[in-house]
Nanobody, 125 residues
């Protein structure tokens, strides 16, 4: 599976961005596909995931501002980010696994075998 993420950029605090992740090699409906982010000097952080057999799941700290959706026809997933804060500044990565993960394992980067190249999101204050 190959993943191509895009949509990052520079936005002011309070603004919105929509990230896209296009998959090739397998239908997104047969992937567990997630978004992670990594800020400078920090560990990679789970943002949200679309479970193979279910709907989207967001990290508790992201609920209410970030939401994930999937378009099977375009074989893509999206991360809608609203009310952005400077602390949301990071490189955002999409990742996938062919396995169906349980909720408690969705946030583990080691669970995913395919990663996109990352897209930079910068939120200015």
């Amino acid at each position: 599976v190959q993943l191509q993420a895009c949509g990052g950029g520079l936005v002011q605090a309070g603004g919105s961005l929509r990230l896209s992740c296009a998959a090739s090699g397998r239908p997104v409906s047969r992937l567990t596909i997630a978004w992670f982010r990594q800020a400078p000097g920090k560990e990679r952080e789970f943002v949200a995931a679309f479970k193979w057999s279910g709907g989207p799941y967001s990290a508790d700290s992201m609920k209410g501002r970030f939401s994930m959706s999937r378009d099977n026809a375009k074989n893509s997933v999206y991360l809608q980010m609203n009310s952005l804060k400077p602390e949301d500044t990071a490189v955002y990565y999409c990742a996938s696994t062919v396995r169906g993960l349980i909720v408690s394992t969705l946030g583990g980067p080691d669970e995913y075998e395919s990663w996109g190249q990352g897209t930079q999101v910068t939120v200015s204050s």
